[in-house]
């Protein structure tokens, strides 16, 4: 009977070995061999970059009179000079071009405005020692000579009635103004003038009206505009004579300030705003951007600028980046991550690469060279998972700088319909579900051999009891 059990349990035992299911590691990180972190690298990252330049040290910067400024490369969005370029000043008449961005986003250059009584009122506020084009009270005048007399002429009657025109009050069109600020990305601004009134609570920052300048010249004809030296208003039914009106920007109005890189801009001044310029360069397919408050003097802001845009052409360098670039490493992180799949249920369903296509940094550095790398040293694979996002790091080295520039993004989904015969194949919850069968079969044969065993230990004792039967009977 003993050796019985023995060979009972030993059958047991061996049946629970065979159905067992082996485990595997439900995670799967892709190699990084090929292209290692370096652990003295100084990363930047896209937050990091806007204002990364500044803290270099870079030699013969040049000397700006103005109280603040601003030198913004707008491919790149960096800031490549600057000083209390975020702290809010009055921008004086550089208002207007938020004005005259917006007319030109909302308006046709031959809608004809008729000036109405509110607007007449509104104008009659503006204080004699502000620009006037001398509108009138029922005079029909176009949105084209509305714009080209307070870009050029900074007409400061002509800017109210746009705002006007587009609003009905100059309140509401101060909220359109403020609300097309904070779309383009300006944190520290907030108009209360159509054109650029000397209050409070009409302010500004260096940074923040280059990035209202970079918007005008970028998306609409502004840099036409304002690049124009000399304008004609024709007579109207309220002004029997021609309006002859001559550029007052001094880039284009002179021999001494003239700019070959000049792209258009805006001149200001108030008794508390000082003198106030913004300007926009292009050299080379590099658009730059420089805002000048509270200069030296209606001169000086002038060479300031042209100052910066030197300097900013010559000290930096934008380099343009193309996905291409990264193109091989990248197919050999996809032939990682596919070998990597191929022993299990998952695959690449999408993959895409987001990258920012301009980096500013000096001049110096990039003629050095540079090489491009994708950083796998986190990209792991979980493949326990229905569904994962992997985004990977894709840079650009310098000797002693990097820069995060894209993420090459990677998703990954389980393959429908698929049914897995290789116990090796099986994820953590398939491996489960296959356990939990196997020990209830497991359970139903041990009780059908605990009952076989019964039922024959039951008979042995009956046969047994039948032969002492047996034997007293023959006796």
């Known amino acids: 009977m003993t050796s019985t059990r023995l060979k009972i349990s030993s059958f047991i035992f061996a049946l629970l070995l065979a159905l067992t299911p082996l485990y595997a590691f439900a995670g799967a990180r892709v190699s990084a061999d090929t292209y290692p972190e370096d652990p003295n690298d100084d990363i930047v990252t896209p937050s990091e970059r806007k204002t990364d330049l500044l803290n270099e040290l870079i030699p013969d910067v040049p000397s700006v009179s103005a109280s603040s400024y601003v030198l913004f490369d707008a491919n790149s969005g960096s800031i490549l000079l600057g000083k209390d370029y975020d702290v809010q000043k009055e921008p004086a008449s550089m208002t207007k071009v938020m004005t005259v961005l917006l007319a030109l986003e909302r308006l046709e250059m031959t809608d004809m405005v008729t000036i109405s009584h509110d607007m007449a009122v509104a104008m009659d506020e503006i204080t004699t020692d502000y620009v006037k084009l001398g509108l009138q009270e029922g005079e029909e005048i176009s949105v084209k000579d509305l714009i080209y007399a307070a870009v050029l002429k900074s007409a400061n009657d002509a800017s109210l009635v746009l705002g006007m025109y587009m609003s009905g009050t100059e309140e509401a069109f101060c909220e359109l103004m403020n609300a097309k600020a904070s779309e383009i990305g300006c944190l520290n601004t907030h108009f209360s003038s159509a054109y650029g009134l000397s209050t409070p609570d009409n302010v500004t920052t260096p940074y923040d009206m280059a990035l209202i300048l970079n918007e005008a010249v970028t998306n609409t004809n502004y840099s036409e505009i304002?690049?124009?030296?000399?304008?004609?208003?024709?007579?109207?039914?309220?002004?029997?004579?021609?309006?002859?009106?001559?550029?007052?920007?001094?880039?284009?109005?002179?021999?001494?300030?003239?700019?070959?890189?000049?792209?258009?801009?805006?001149?200001?001044?108030?008794?508390?705003?000082?003198?106030?310029?913004?300007?926009?360069?292009?050299?080379?397919?590099?658009?730059?951007?420089?805002?000048?408050?509270?200069?030296?003097?209606?001169?000086?802001?002038?060479?300031?600028?042209?100052?910066?845009?030197?300097?900013?052409?010559?000290?930096?360098?934008?380099?343009?980046?193309?996905?291409?670039?990264?193109?091989?490493?990248?197919?050999?992180?996809?032939?990682?991550?596919?070998?990597?799949?191929?022993?299990?249920?998952?695959?690449?369903?999408?993959?895409?690469?987001?990258?920012?296509?301009?980096?500013?940094?000096?001049?110096?550095?990039?003629?050095?060279?540079?090489?491009?790398?994708?950083?796998?040293?986190?990209?792991?694979?979980?493949?326990?998972?229905?569904?994962?996002?992997?985004?990977?790091?894709?840079?650009?080295?310098?000797?002693?700088?990097?820069?995060?520039?894209?993420?090459?993004?990677?998703?990954?989904?389980?393959?429908?319909?698929?049914?897995?015969?290789?116990?090796?194949?099986?994820?953590?919850?398939?491996?489960?579900?296959?356990?939990?069968?196997?020990?209830?079969?497991?359970?139903?044969?041990?009780?059908?051999?605990?009952?076989?065993?019964?039922?024959?230990?039951?008979?042995?004792?009956?046969?047994?009891?039948?032969?002492?039967?047996?034997?007293?009977?023959?006796?």
């Open 226 to 475: 304002a690049k124009t030296l000399n304008y004609t208003i024709n007579a109207t039914n309220k002004y029997s004579s021609v309006r002859d009106i001559t550029n007052g920007n001094r880039f284009v109005n002179t021999t001494q300030f003239s700019y070959e890189y000049y792209l258009g801009g805006k001149t200001g001044f108030t008794n508390t705003a000082g003198y106030t310029l913004c300007a926009a360069a292009k050299k080379n397919n590099r658009l730059l951007i420089g805002c000048v408050f509270n200069a030296a003097s209606a001169d000086v802001r002038y060479s300031d600028l042209i100052s910066l845009f030197e300097f900013g052409y010559s000290t930096f360098a934008t380099v343009e980046i193309t996905e291409s670039e990264f193109t091989p490493l990248i197919d050999e992180a996809h032939a990682q991550m596919e070998d990597l799949l191929s022993d299990t249920n998952l695959y690449i369903s999408e993959q895409r690469v987001v990258i920012d296509h301009y980096i500013t940094t000096t001049s110096s550095r990039a003629q050095l060279g540079s090489t491009n790398r994708i950083d796998l040293s986190n990209a792991l694979i979980d493949t326990s998972a229905e569904q994962q996002v992997l985004e990977i790091p894709l840079c650009k080295v310098y000797s002693d700088k990097t820069y995060l520039i894209g993420t090459f993004v990677v998703e990954i989904d389980k393959k429908a319909g698929v049914v897995e015969i290789n116990p090796e194949k099986k994820t953590n919850l398939t491996s489960v579900r296959s356990i939990l069968i196997t020990f209830a079969v497991l359970s139903g044969l041990i009780l059908l051999l605990v009952i076989v065993l019964l039922i024959f230990r039951a008979r042995i004792i009956k046969r047994r009891r039948d032969e002492v039967t047996k034997r007293a009977n023959m006796l």
